[in-house]
């Protein structure tokens, strides 16, 4: 028994998706004028506690999820030219094991759900958090098991209620620091999941081409073009809303200017979309977009701008306008 072939079959390299339970503190309680009156639920330590226990909790989840579907997939798997390389297919792990190290995943991710952030979150005054946090776990299992046993057999259906699975995570997130999700966060994450969801479904029918339909039946209701399309139009209404919500929600470019974030995220779509219309893997391992120098530096440069122009624009503008007053200053 090789302890690898166990962790290969949790995918701990899938793990970045519960990355969304941290993604509504960077856009609640941002202040809109300096001085703060609060501290930016960003940058108040007291958050991190409950995200990074919430994120645990999905990540062993998760994983049991992931070997519940190679433990039924092991006959498909096994005729793959990629997957035939997974743990239970290779004969690397047994089922009866993969079996067990499921069953305690997803135990105690259930126990952390409840009573880990329950505790933790009784520490911090938070409130009834535990029953709420559970909830969404329950919720996002459900959903996945659907999935993995029903609904990947339908064309569209099968990418939608995957970004189910990521809106879940990210209202998760929501509950764990004790604000309430809103629509901007529900309509942003479920355009940036078809993105992936779509573009894997592409990657995955040029790698297999005509063999797709034995290795997967939904391949028998796609084509390229209407893989193509549902990228093209889940990338423009994604940096559409991404706009707009930015428009609504930092109106003054001259404290805010948060807008000029808009085109690096366009710009970071596009180059996910380039990458994938190439024939590039990271359509269907979208954990290898960050090997991109393009991606990287991107991701890098939008999240430096967003912190910035979010919350230290004004006070870095001002101080700068006292060592360079405006020509109406001078007598």
């Not at 960003?42 to 579907?69: K, R």
């Not at 005729?79 to 239970?88: D, G, T």
């Not at 200017?257 to 366009?266: K, L, N, Q, R, S």
Request: with cysteine; glycine share 8%.
């Amino acid at each position: 028994m090789a302890i690898m072939d166990y962790l290969k079959l949790m995918r701990p390299w899938q793990w970045y998706k519960n990355l969304l339970v941290f993604i509504a503190i960077i856009f609640v309680e941002i202040p809109q004028q300096w001085p703060w009156e609060n501290i930016p639920a960003i940058f108040d330590w007291t958050n991190y506690p409950l995200l990074i226990l919430g994120f645990v909790a999905l990540c062993l989840v998760s994983s049991a999820g992931y070997i519940i579907n190679d433990i039924s997939d092991i006959e498909k798997d096994s005729a793959h030219p990629e997957k035939k390389k997974r743990p239970l297919p290779s004969g690397g792990a047994s089922r009866g094991m993969a079996y067990l190290l499921a069953a305690i995943l997803m135990l105690a991710g259930l126990w952390l759900s409840y009573y880990g952030v329950g505790i933790l979150s009784g520490y911090y005054h938070v409130g009834a958090v535990g029953g709420l946090f559970l909830l969404i776990v329950i919720l996002y299992i459900v959903n996945a098991q659907l999935y993995n046993n029903f609904l990947r057999k339908w064309a569209v259906v099968d990418v939608v209620i995957l970004a189910v699975g990521f809106i879940l995570r990210a209202i998760g997130g929501t509950f764990l620091i004790g604000v309430p999700f809103t629509s901007w966060l529900v309509v942003g994450i479920f355009f940036f999941a078809l993105i992936l969801g779509f573009g894997k479904r592409k990657n995955e029918l040029q790698l297999l081409g005509e063999d797709a339909e034995q290795h997967k039946p939904v391949f028998d209701q796609y084509t390229e073009n209407t893989l193509d399309s549902g990228i093209t139009m889940s990338a423009t209404w994604f940096v559409l809303f991404y706009a707009l919500y930015v428009y609504n929600n930092f109106p003054d470019p001259v404290t805010q200017p948060v807008m000029m974030t808009v085109p690096i995220a366009a710009g970071l779509i596009l180059r996910y979309v380039f990458l994938i219309q190439s024939g590039s893997p990271v359509g269907r391992k979208p954990h290898l977009a960050f090997k991109d120098l393009g991606i990287l530096v991107g991701s890098l440069i939008f999240l430096g701008t967003l912190i910035f122009t979010m919350f230290f624009w004004q006070p870095v503008f001002d101080f700068i306008l006292t060592i360079f007053p405006p020509p109406e200053a001078f007598p």
